[in-house]
Nanobody, 122 residues
Framework: QVQLVESGGGLVQAGGSTRLTCAAS?????????MGWYRQASGRSRELVAE???????NYLDAVEGRFFLSRDNAKDTVYLEMNSLQPEDTAVYYC???????????????WGQGTQVTVSS
């Protein structure tokens, strides 16, 4: 079972920056194929913000492209989401997400963090 520990977030003024960190505890029989962040604003569905894939490519939500930057430390199984030029519409609960395979038969799995609130004040 992959456990995710999130940190960062909080209250930020519009135009400001903050960073989210997600550290995964990965069992030895587990392979991670993607790791990143989703967000869910009040009354809206959860959406992908940024995701790092096994081939080292990174996908971004169009609305955050050029403002948010995802980096990954494979040695520590940790991802960092640097969030810049924050706007009130970025206000949401941000969830760390990981998916991959585990065990001899490579069973697919995905895990979610508990979520961390980011509130951008205007």
């Amino acid at each position: 079972q992959v456990q995710l520990v999130e940190s960062g977030g909080g209250l930020v003024q519009a135009g400001g920056s903050t960073r989210l960190t997600c550290a995964a505890s990965v069992p030895s029989n587990t392979s991670i194929s993607a790791m990143g962040w989703y967000r869910q604003a009040s009354g809206r569905s959860r959406e992908l913000v940024a995701e790092s894939l096994f081939d080292r490519t990174t996908n971004y939500l169009d609305a955050v492209e050029g403002r948010f930057f995802l980096s990954r430390d494979n040695a520590k199984d940790t991802v960092y989401l640097e969030m810049n030029s924050l706007q009130p519409e970025d206000t949401a609960v941000y969830y760390c997400h990981v998916k991959g395979t585990r065990g001899l038969y490579r069973i697919l799995f995905e895990s979610w963090g508990q979520g961390t609130q980011v509130t951008v004040s205007s």
